[in-house]
């Protein structure tokens, strides 16, 4: 069992920034893949960006570049700093870990403003 807690949401104009942690109850170098997804108001949750245990790193055609998720094995902790931030990523952001099955944290709501 993993339990995940996201924080760093907020409000936050176009063109800014915000930085999204997920604190995990255990450790993260033992669970195979880390990630962040997000979910807009009346659209499917989808893939934002994932971290692999030995660190490769995917990401979603419409963050890269703009995106960059990170983990701190020491602190039980990913990250995912988030730049360039325009209208269209305003979502509920989830946390996720995967280890035979996902499990998510609550959800963070990013607001892009423009």
């Known amino acids: 069992q993993v339990y995940l807690v996201e924080s760093g949401g907020g409000l936050v104009q176009a063109g800014g920034s915000l930085r999204l942690s997920c604190a995990a109850s255990?450790?993260?170098?033992?669970?195979?893949?880390m990630g962040w997804y997000r979910q807009a108001p009346g659209k499917q949750r989808e893939l934002v960006a994932t971290i692999t245990a030995d660190g490769s790193t995917n990401y979603a055609d419409t963050v890269k570049g703009r995106f960059t998720i990170s983990r701190d094995d020491a602190k039980n902790t990913v990250y995912l700093q988030m730049n360039s931030l325009k209208p269209e990523d305003t979502a509920v952001y989830y946390c996720?870990?995967?280890?035979?099955?996902?499990?998510w944290g609550q959800g963070t709501q990013v607001t892009v403003s423009s």
């Open positions: 996720d870990a995967w280890q035979r099955r996902h499990y």
């Open positions: 255990k450790t993260i170098f033992s669970i195979d893949a």
